[in-house]
Each structure stands twice: as structure tokens, then as C-alpha cells.
């Protein structure tokens, strides 16, 4: 057995010396060593950008998105799609944890959803029970093993908990926001009929005060009247995120050529990252928090245009997150009641 790692080195069969993220396979081995828990899985929620994928390339066939995440599993040992490179999250149960993890709070028959990826969780599975693909969460019997570095969530007894796992999974973001978007701003929310694009919204509502705006994009008609009901959005422009220059002059008709200071970009497809780029002001802020962002395309395509501003990785982690977000559902009848129907 090699030297155990509170960061799952140890767990890494391939290349070997690098972290389980970057691992193409690690083991799976449902046994539970001195620094690891060991949970039951009840459910996956698969990143939106990898079950788009995966849903695209089985042509929605639910039995072949079943073989296709077996197989992804079995031969790596975790669930890290290798198109998007992206994972995930799960809930579970505390199944046993080992005499040197950390978190004591985990106590056999605990409860709890990971705020580690998927695409790091050893995680063996021994059958797919059901997909849902609605809520893009995955219903298996199995184990994971979360690293005495891992951070998590033990569900609120008050919570559903497939809602509680749909808000985490993106936890992050609107976090996030609450720390970029300043008052009087212009914030320009890219996939905002998406769970992170309402949560984003709500928090930049709260964060730009009377004066600042928060304009939202959609691709379909359709989701216009409900996406206003919930009064998250000054302004809703319906057009794909992919057609750059009609979104830019969009947005530039509403903002009377200003654009964003904040554009934060939420789609779980690829090809928007010039669109995030040309909306955005001189020195203004890009969040990529969608896991179809690339960074060649953006970097080099802002580079392309001369366009001078920040570009931020979307860090799924940021302090508190997972308050924070449950804090924001909360605080919002509408919101919480939608995410209730859309994914508990
Ligand atoms: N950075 C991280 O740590 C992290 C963690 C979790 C998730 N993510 C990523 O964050 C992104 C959002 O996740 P989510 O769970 O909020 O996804 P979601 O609920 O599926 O929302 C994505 C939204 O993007 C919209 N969209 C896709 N293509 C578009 C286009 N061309 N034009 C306009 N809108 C478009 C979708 O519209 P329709 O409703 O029309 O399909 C959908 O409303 C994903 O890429 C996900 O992989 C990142």
C-alpha cells in the first residue's frame, strides 16, 4: 500500500505522481483506509456540461447513457466524463470513516452530499437503478470515497435532499458572485434560465442595489415569461449564446453601448467564450463558470479582439459556499419553490 495522502495520491494508478483530478485512472476499491470515508451512494448529480454531453451522444436513449456511464466508470474509477473532462457530485451515507479523517462530524448513517467533483471521487458502481432526464441526477447503488482533503455538506433536515444536491452542485457560482459584482453594476448572466443563472441572479440583484442591472440571456422564447415572473432580471434577451455578434449588439442596444462590468457564463455548451468576452467593458470582469469553457478559445480570443479585461476560472470553491447558496434559496419563496419542482 502506498503512503496514505490527505489529497487521495495514493489512490492514483495512472500517471502516477499526479492528484486524482488530473488521474486518468484511479482505484475504486470500496474499502475504506485510516484518512478516507467511505459512503453508500444514493445519488449522482452529473455536471450539466457532461450530461448534455452524454445525452447528445446517446441520442437521449436512457439504456445507452446507462452503459456509457458504467463503462466511463469502470475504466477509470471515477466519473469524469472524457469529453468534458467534468464530474459532478453526490449524496450518500456514511458508511464508516477511518481512525485519521478529519471530519469527525461524519458518523456512520450521516447523510451528507460531497462539494468535491466526480471527476476526483473514487467511485465504484454496482448498478445504475434510474436517469432522470430532467434533473440530470442519477439514481445508483454503489460507493465513493471522499479524501481527508474533501470538503461536504451534511443535508439540513429541513431540505429535500435532491434539491439540496442540485443547489450545491453549483454552489460555487453564485458565491462567487456575491464577491464579484459591486453596486451600480451591469451584470450579464449568459445560460440564465439554468440553476446557476437564476441563483446568480438572485445574488447579483442583491449585490448592485436600485441603480446596478442584471440582464439575462436565453436561447428560447418560451422561457421569457417564467424566467420575468420571478423578477430576477431587468431585462431578458432571447438569443443563442453562440451567435456572438447579435448578442453583443443586443446587449449593447440595452446597456446604450456600455455593456457588462460582470458577464458571468453559466451555459453547458461550447463556443461562448467571445460572446462573454465582446459583452464585456475595458477592465470589466468574465466569471467562466460553465465547464464547456476553453481555455485556448478565451485567452487567445480576447487577445485576438484587444480587449483588456479579467478573465476568471470558475472556481467550484469559494468559503461558506454552500450556506451561502442555501442562504440565497431561502431567502427567495419563488426561487425555492421552482428549484423544489424543477429538481426535488
Ligand atoms: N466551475 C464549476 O465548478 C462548476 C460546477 C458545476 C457546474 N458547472 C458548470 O456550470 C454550467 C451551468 O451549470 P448548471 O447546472 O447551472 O446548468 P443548467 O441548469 O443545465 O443550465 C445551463 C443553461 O445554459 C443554457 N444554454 C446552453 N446553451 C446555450 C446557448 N447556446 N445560448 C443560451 N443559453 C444556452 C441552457 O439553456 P436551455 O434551458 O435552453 O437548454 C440552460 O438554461 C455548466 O457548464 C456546468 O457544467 C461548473
Sequence with gaps: MKKLCKYGTHRVIEPVGILPQAALIIDSTPVCYDNECLIEVDTLNIDSASFHQIKEACNQDVELMKEMILSIVKKQGKMQNPVTKSGGMLIGTVKETGKDFSGKDLKPGVKLATLVSLSLTPLHIEEIISINITNEQVKIKGQAILFDSGIYAVI????????????????????????LAKLNDTVFIIGANGKSGMLCALEAKNQVGPKGRVIGLVRKQEQVEALESLHLFDTIIVESATNSIEVYEALSKVTNGELADLTINVVNTENTEMT?????????????????????????????????????????????????????????????????????
Design 156 to 179: 439540513p433536515n429541513d431540505l429535500d435532499e435532491k434539491f439540496v444536491l442540485a443547489a450545491l452542485d453549483v454552489a460555487g457560482a453564485p458565491a462567487q458572485v456575491r464577491k
Design 276 to 344: 462573454s468576452i465582446l459583452c464585456t467593458k475595458e477592465l470589466g470582469i468574465v466569471y467562466f463558470f460553465s465547464m464547456a469553457t476553453s481555455f485556448t478559445k478565451a485567452a487567445l480570443g480576447a487577445e485576438g479582439i484587444g480587449k483588456d479585461i479579467t478573465m476568471i476560472i470558475g472556481n467550484g470553491y469559494t468559503k461558506n459556499h454552500a450556506n451561502i447558496t442555501l442562504e440565497i434559496l431561502r431567502g427567495n419563496k419563488q426561487l425555492f419553490e421552482l428549484f423544489m419542482s424543477r429538481y426535488a
